[in-house]
C-alpha cells in the first residue's frame, strides 16, 4: 500500500517563501502536488514523471518549483513569492495515470498539510 505523508506547511506573509515535503514509501511516477482552499474544489500546482517532464498550473509558474529526491523517496514543492491566494491545504499525490493536473488522474493521496499566506 502506497502511503505518502506531507510536511512543511505553515504561515507566512506574503513574499515568502515555503519548502513542503512528502515522504514516500515507494516511488509511484507521476506524482505531484495539488490544493484544495476552502469552498474550492481541488487543483493541481505541479507534477512530475519520471523522466523529469514537470507541469505547473500558470498560477504558480515562475514561482513553484517541484522536485524528486528518488534515492530518499521525498517529492518537494519550493513555494516563493507566496500570495494570499496559495493559502490552501496542500495534498501529494502519486500514483498518475499520466503527467497531467487533473486529480481524477491520481490514485494515491496524503493527508495534506496547510499554508496560510497573509498580507
Known amino acids: 500500500q502506497l502511503q505518502l505523508v506531507e510536511s512543511g506547511g505553515g504561515s507566512v506573509q506574503a513574499g515568502g517563501s515555503l519548502r513542503l515535503s512528502c515522504a514516500l514509501n515507494e516511488y509511484t511516477y507521476p506524482m505531484g502536488w495539488f490544493r484544495q482552499a476552502p469552498g474550492k474544489e481541488r487543483e493541481g500546482v505541479a507534477t512530475?514523471?519520471?523522466?523529469?517532464?514537470?507541469m505547473f498550473a500558470d498560477s504558480v509558474k515562475g514561482r513553484f518549483i517541484i522536485s524528486a529526491d528518488n534515492a530518499k523517496k521525498f517529492l518537494y514543492l519550493q513555494m516563493n513569492s507566496l500570495k494570499p491566494e496559495d493559502t490552501a491545504m496542500y495534498y501529494c499525490?502519486?500514483?498518475?495515470?499520466?503527467?497531467?493536473?487533473?486529480?481524477?488522474?491520481?490514485?494515491?493521496w496524503g493527508q495534506g498539510t496547510q499554508v496560510t499566506v497573509s498580507s
Open positions: 512530475i514523471d519520471s523522466d523529469g517532464t514537470k
Open positions: 499525490a502519486a500514483g498518475g495515470k499520466w503527467l497531467s493536473l487533473d486529480r481524477s488522474d491520481f490514485g494515491y
